[in-house]
């Protein structure tokens, strides 16, 4: 759960998208949707060494290819993976 309710339950999405909506449109934010601050929390985990079975249950997925595809497959590029390329290319 990333955007809980006041409670501390889980959240209607529509409500939540409504809130953010009132809060984020006036300040000029009509990019910013409740998906962005799922991908940043899902980053944020990542980087803090959570595995991502770990990412996957804070946000509600059972699959862990779910939070792979959709929030942690930036394609980056690797720094492993260049330097084994420029050996094999030698």
Do not use: C, I
Request: net charge positive; no cysteine.
């Amino acid at each position: 759960m990333v955007v809980p309710s006041p409670l501390g339950k889980l959240r209607n999405r529509g409500n939540t998208n409504s809130d953010l909506r009132d809060a984020l449109d006036p300040l000029g934010f009509t990019w910013l949707t409740s998906h962005n601050f799922r991908k940043t929390a899902a980053t944020l985990l990542d980087d803090g060494g959570l595995t991502v079975r770990e990412t996957a249950d804070q946000l509600g997925h059972k699959r862990v290819s779910e939070t792979l595809d959709t929030y942690l497959g930036r394609a980056q590029p690797s720094p492993k993976v260049a330097k084994l390329l420029d050996v094999l290319a030698d």
